[in-house]
Nanobody
Framework: QVRLQESGPGLVKPSQTLSLSCTVS?????????WGWIRQSPGKGQEWIGC???????YFSSSRKNRTSISWDTSKNRFTLQLSSVTPEDAGVYYC????????????????????WGPGTQVTVSS
């Protein structure tokens, strides 16, 4: 089973850019495997942010696509989420997770579609 581990700052100020990284134990080189980010907000359910496949194609939730970036590092054992212009509404527990897309061409855009999760990291947005 693939293992994932999030890392990044626990506190970020409003209007700044949040950068979180996820280190993976194994990269599955298939177009049907995706590496995603999911946020759980206080008092709310889990929200899919976006994902990346092994060749670097990215897919994002429409609610924050214009300020979201996901990319692999050069070694391709770590991928990074960058969320610009953060607000207190961006606070929560952030998880990286992997998913197998069982239907070709269909990007997993629901948290329930992700099989392997990291332990999560708490992010607070405050000045």
């Amino acid at each position: 089973q693939v293992r994932l581990q999030e890392s990044g700052p626990g506190l970020v100020k409003p209007s700044q850019t949040l950068s979180l990284s996820c280190t993976v134990s194994e990269l599955l080189t298939t177009n049907n495997y995706y590496w995603g980010w999911i946020r759980q907000s206080p008092g709310k359910g889990q929200e899919w942010i976006g994902c990346i496949d092994y060749v670097g194609s990215t897919y994002f939730s429409s609610s924050r696509k214009n300020r979201t970036s996901i990319s692999w590092d050069t070694s391709k054992n770590r991928f990074t989420l960058q969320l610009s212009s953060v607000t207190p509404e961006d606070a929560g527990v952030y998880y990286c997770a992997s998913a197998f897309g069982r239907i070709a061409g269909k990007t997993p855009s629901s948290p329930a579609e992700y099989d392997n999760w990291g332990p999560g990291t708490q992010v607070t947005v405050s000045s």
